[in-house]
């Protein structure tokens, strides 16, 4: 293994449309549960897409009113879903210079920018707030989380799309790796539903317009899917230098044994199957491992045909056929920069209980997916590694391997 040794997850926190923290959300993975519902707000009636997955409760209720005021809602996500992580680690005592903080995001705080934008235009600048500039930073979460536990070892914001907080993690175990932080809280939050976002994304025809049943419209792999699900929430992980952790007896989920980050250079929007093979090569060279050592991938898998379908090309000639894969969009729908920290805490945790979820809504596995997707009950097994995937507009992929 590359670097200076091993790093280690200590704690993990979340906000999912499954739960409010990492328990309840990985409990409604296992259950086979979803989180995407009909859009009941006035808002959405005239537009072409019908469901979304939200939170299943309100980040602001959560805060002190002062403080939820000051605060975009991805930056509320962002400091509870920490908060829940640093605690889950037993809250280290560290040196402030040698903590450091890595939230990625795929838009920033957008539901900031364009509510204050209606303000300004319909009631002049007066009666914006004052802390718009600092709400809508794409940089606000990881400064908001770095003042809330005092880390002063740095805080950085990958902004690469949907794979932003999958290369959070890694660029958080390159942190501690090179030797300039002992602990680092780091993953990843999305919060943009709002007409505007869905209707972009609608027009460009990566949504589902399905008005069925909201929870059977998110279906990767199937052959009846027809685009993805917009979601919000949030996933963060406490990582260590192991001797640092185990100097302090703390307890180890397992460890970020690998990771890698490759751009695909070919498509702002099409998936690449050429360059997500190179990013799980990496990082299982990263991890001193081999395609026959992963036992189980945690698919990005959006449940649109083409991301699909590279991906599973992708995973077939990187990984095999003999791992067992899984879906977990199919119940979150697709949380974009927040999604690829989420499904690495889903990764993390399979490995952990020796459980996987079952990919949810998937009746017919599309005949050019050759892979062993799982389905209909959640599938019980011991891995000593596995892989979970994350890629991006803009062709960012980014591969994360843990191990016991």
């Not at 037993?90 to 900031?112: D, F, N, Y």
């Not at 300004?120 to 794409?138: D, K, N, Y």
């Not at 979970?388 to 062709?395: D, E, K, L």
């Amino acid at each position: 293994m590359s670097g200076n040794g091993r790093v280690v997850v200590t704690g993990v926190g979340a906000m999912t449309p499954l739960g409010a923290d990492a328990p309840s959300s990985w409990s409604g993975l296992l259950d086979g549960k979803s989180g995407v519902r009909f859009l009941e707000e006035e808002w959405a009636a005239d537009l072409p897409v019908h469901v979304a997955s939200g939170l299943t409760v309100d980040p602001a209720s959560l805060l002190p009113r002062v403080e939820a005021r000051k605060l975009d809602r991805g930056e509320q996500v962002a400091v509870l879903s920490a908060r829940e992580a640093w605690q889950d680690a037993g809250a280290p005592q560290v040196e402030p210079v040698r903590l450091a903080v890595v939230i990625g995001t795929g838009t920033g705080g957008v539901l900031t920018t364009l509510g204050q934008d209606d303000i300004f235009e319909r009631a002049g600048m007066r009666r914006m707030s004052p802390f718009t500039v600092p709400m809508l930073m794409p940089n606000g979460p990881a400064a908001r989380v770095s003042m809330d536990l005092g880390a002063k070892g740095g805080a950085r914001t990958p902004v690469s799309a949907c794979a932003s907080g999958a290369e959070a993690l890694a660029l958080g175990q390159d942190l501690i790796r090179s030797g300039r932080a002992d602990v680092v809280v780091a993953g990843g939050v999305e919060a943009c539903l709002h007409p505007f976002t869905i209707a972009a994304f609608a027009q460009m025809k990566a949504l589902s317009k399905q008005s069925v049943d909201p929870e059977t419209v998110s279906r990767p792999f199937d052959v009846k899917r027809s685009g993805f699900v917009m979601g919000e929430g949030a996933g963060m992980m406490v990582l260590e230098r192991a001797e640092f952790a185990r100097a302090r007896g703390a307890r180890a989920y397992g460890t970020l044994a690998g990771s890698a980050v490759s751009s695909s250079a070919n498509h702002i929007t099409a998936s690449d199957a050429d360059g997500q093979v190179f990013a799980m090569e990496l990082a299982l060279r990263d991890a001193g491992l081999t395609p026959a050592d992963i036992g189980l991938v945690h698919a990005h898998a959006t449940s649109t045909e083409s991301g699909d379908l590279a991906e599973a090309e992708a995973i077939g000639r990187a990984i095999g056929s003999h791992a067992a894969v899984t879906a977990t969009k199919s119940m979150t729908g697709h949380m974009m920069g927040a999604s690829g920290a989420v499904g690495a805490m889903a990764a993390l945790f399979a490995l952990r209980d020796g459980m996987v979820p079952a990919t949810r809504n998937l009746d017919e596995l599309d005949p050019r997916v050759e892979l062993d997707v799982v389905r209909g009950e959640r599938r019980t097994g011991q891995w000593s590694a596995v892989l979970a995937n994350s890629f991006g507009f803009g062709g960012h992929n980014v591969g994360l391997v843990f191990t016991k």
